[in-house]
């Protein structure tokens, strides 16, 4: 070691010296004694890494508690992060789908703070069930004799299967095997469930008779899956539940239907495209329903199944159920997200999810007309920002063939290149609130069907 080296490092402060320094009080105060000397033995480290790479000190070596300070705030900063969600997809799977209805929120807050009668009968003073609550309110919203709670839809179609099929075959249209997000498919929930698949039709056209013929004495189930995820249009036929039904009746095997995407409320109401809703199945007479609480319902992640009182205590009574079942959390905030649905002449102002999806364009456009002048002063050296129309989808894993009038704000690179694009969309995601647009046609789109705050996006954007 030279002795430039030697004394590069003897300027390396000892921890005890700078606890000891007037701008450290408030990095202890704030952080704990713990976290602040692991901080400082960190930069420690750090500095000595850089004076071998370089022969320097590091730039920050002037400021050790400020860089402290900025070291401890990254590393405590929450792996869950607020962002702003202008991708244009509504129901966006990788930024977490629904919004939480403000009851919802409260619901939550107030099982966190609080013992709960999760499993505590009131009237006995003994042990009830803890999906009793929101089985009530499912029965009176869908029609359904009994419903069960677990804590996702694929949980849902896994224990349904498992229960009602096991070891037994389960026809289901060739049009209807479907791959749920993240690679998860049908048949392999099929597979894992102890069920026999026996696809019946082609991928385009299923009859009555596929149907017919298949089943024999080892089938267990009839099962229909709602295609919400792509869409086959042109040359096609399907069977209806009611059909599927009849059949099942004389066939006496039960039928179900996995909706994924479920509805309670007739979307065409509020101009978006139709979707079945479990309690049209339920009046059908399909045994088993099973949807999600996190889609179009607007509720928290849970996996939804109702139906027949014998098949949903069957159901219940299933070792599977206990590995899958919500906690406190997910069923306070889905019974208080399923109690908004008792009063629908209120759902559009109360429920988050149906009003972000039920805005009209003009609404958008106005917003963009006010952020456009703020923001072309900001960034129109190196772009042109535009107010364009354009089109959001309501999910990505679930109904992204369904589009929706919307209005964005557009960058396009003056230079022309990708790269600036991209740096931009780098730079805003790493914002204190990351803002999340969409990279297409050659510009980046911040569409703003879901942007609720346009004051924070500016306080963000022109940072």
Not at 17 to 42: D, I, K, T
Not at 164 to 169: I, T
């Amino acid at each position: 070691m030279n002795s430039q080296t030697q004394s590069l490092y003897s300027q390396i402060p000892s921890v005890d010296r700078l606890l000891n320094e007037p701008e450290m009080s408030a990095l202890v105060l704030e952080f704990g004694q713990h976290l602040a000397v692991e901080s400082l033995r960190y930069l420690q480290d750090l500095a000595r890494q850089e004076i071998t790479r370089t022969a320097s000190l590091p730039a920050w070596a002037s400021d050790w508690a400020g860089e402290a300070q900025r070291y401890l705030t990254a590393k405590l900063r929450p792996g869950l992060q607020p962002v702003f969600n202008l991708s244009g997809t509504v129901l966006h799977t990788n930024l977490g789908r629904a919004l939480l209805a403000e009851e919802a929120i409260e619901a939550v807050a107030s099982a966190m703070r609080n013992a709960v009668t999760l499993e505590y009968d009131l009237d006995g003073a003994g042990r009830g069930h803890r999906d009793n609550v929101i089985s009530d309110l499912l029965c009176e919203l869908t029609g359904a004799q009994a419903a069960c709670i677990v804590n996702n839809n694929a949980a849902a179609v896994l224990l349904m299967l498992a229960t009602v099929a096991p070891g037994k075959d389960v026809v289901v249209s060739r049009g209807e095997l479907v791959e749920i997000g993240g690679a998860f498919r049908v048949p392999d929930v099929m597979r894992q469930a102890g069920c026999r698949l026996v696809e019946v039709g082609t991928t385009n056209r299923t009859h009555l008779r596929d149907y017919r013929d298949a089943a024999n004495e080892n089938t267990g189930l009839l099962m229909k899956v709602h295609t919400s995820n792509y869409s086959i249009q042109g040359f096609t036929a399907a069977v209806d539940e009611q059909d599927l039904v009849t059949l099942g009746r004389e066939l006496n095997l039960p039928v179900a239907t996995d909706l994924g995407s479920g509805s309670l409320i007739d979307l065409q109401q509020y101009g978006l495209p139709a979707e079945p809703m479990p309690q049209n199945l339920i009046a059908a007479g399909v045994d088993l329903v099973t949807f999600s609480g996190d889609k179009l319902l607007g509720g928290p992640q849970a996996g939804i199944i109702v139906g027949s009182k014998f098949w949903i205590d069957k159901i219940q009574r299933h070792p599977l159920k206990r590995a899958l079942r919500a906690g406190k959390i997910t069923l306070a905030a889905l019974e208080a997200t399923l109690r908004l649905y008792q009063q629908p002449d209120r759902l559009r102002s109360t429920l988050p999810t149906l009003r972000l999806l039920s805005r009209d364009a003009s609404e958008m456009k106005q917003m963009a007309a006010q952020l456009l002048s703020p923001l072309r002063q900001k960034y129109g050296d190196r772009f042109n920002v535009e107010a364009e129309p354009c089109l959001s989808q309501i999910g990505s894993g679930s109904l992204p063939v369904d589009r929706l009038p919307s209005y964005a704000l557009t960058f396009t690179p003056k230079d022309g290149r990708g790269r600036t694009l991209e740096a931009l969309a780098e730079q805003w995601r790493r914002l204190p609130v990351p803002v999340i647009g969409r990279l297409q046609e050659g510009k980046l789109w911040l569409d703003l069907r879901c942007l609720q705050d346009e004051s924070k996006l500016l306080e963000m954007l022109l940072a």
